[in-house]
């Protein structure tokens, strides 16, 4: 008799239908599975069910230790804290907390100050950060020394700068039709608290970059309707009067 052996159920399968199922396809081919930890030694009677019970309970307590995970990062962001990871674009993690790095600071308040108080879009304050020679410090999470668009737009986004926890910006939901893949969805809602650490810019800075983000948006937005739509549009082409190779 062939045998899996794993330390312990958790290890075989990540919810209940999964390790039932994995399971199930081993005894087809005649081999059954073994757990050290929880005793459980499916080629005999009680084998699998206790499976079927400690997987059940298994996957209860994940989801639970889940939801416990994020209620405290959201009552860290309530008492205004950071919550782990990578220091945003101008701030430096020293002992959990957010600090001002004024090397990386002096360009957020570039971006803000171009983007709000010119006819700079996100591509114009791109364009002047490199004429004056203001790069980007790489950094582990960032290699690129040169600021782009998206970067931009990402530093304009965060409420980080003006003194602001952000939570739930970003939210992991489950990709439907499959079992375990999940992706990251960037929400429209979410929750913002006043935060610890000092500002780089303004309040009143951010909201005015905020609604001129807003009109950009608004203004960048497709207009299409079947009733505006151009027929022959990709099918009809005019040929070049000066071109004899067009005719």
């Given at each position: 008799m062939k045998f899996v052996l794993v330390f312990k159920l958790s290890r075989f399968g990540r919810n209940a239908a999964d390790v039932l199922n994995s399971l199930q396809f081993m005894q087809d081919y005649g081999v059954n599975l073994i757990c050290i930890?929880?005793?459980?030694?499916?080629?005999?009677?009680?084998?699998?069910?206790?499976?079927?019970?400690l997987s059940a309970v298994a996957e209860i307590e994940?989801?639970?230790?889940?939801?416990?995970?994020?209620?405290g990062r959201r009552q860290k962001a309530r008492e205004g804290r950071w919550n782990g990871g990578f220091a945003p674009y101008g701030y430096k993690l020293v002992d959990g907390e957010l600090q001002i790095a004024e090397d990386e600071a002096e360009a957020i308040r570039i971006i803000f100050d171009k983007f709000t108080h010119t006819n700079m879009g996100y591509t114009g304050v791109v364009k002047y950060l490199a004429q004056q020679g203001i790069s980007k410090k790489a950094r582990q999470n960032g290699?690129?020394?040169?600021?782009?668009?998206?970067?931009?737009?990402?530093?304009?986004?965060?409420?980080?700068?003006?003194?602001k926890i952000a939570y739930g910006r970003r939210k992991t939901?489950?990709?439907?039709?499959?079992?375990?893949?999940?992706?990251?969805v960037k929400q429209n809602?979410?929750?913002?608290?006043?935060?610890?650490?000092d500002a780089i810019i303004?309040?009143?800075?951010?909201?005015?970059?905020?609604?001129?983000?807003?009109?950009?948006?608004?203004?960048l937005e497709k207009k299409h309707a079947l009733e505006?739509?151009?027929?022959?549009?990709?099918?009809?082409?005019?040929?070049?009067?000066?071109?004899r190779s067009c005719r």
């Open positions: 930890e929880d005793g459980i030694d499916s080629s005999k009677e009680s084998g699998k069910l206790m499976i079927s019970v994940r989801e639970n230790i889940l939801v416990q995970t994020m209620e290699h690129l020394t040169r600021f782009s668009v998206s970067t931009v737009k990402a530093i304009l986004d965060n409420p980080v700068y003006c003194g939901e489950k990709i439907e039709g499959t079992r375990n893949e999940f992706h990251i809602e979410f929750s913002v608290y006043d935060g610890k650490h303004s309040e009143e800075e951010f909201e005015l970059a905020k609604k001129k983000r807003a009109a950009t948006a608004k203004r505006h739509e151009h027929q022959l549009s990709g099918i009809v082409k005019m040929s070049c009067m000066r071109c």
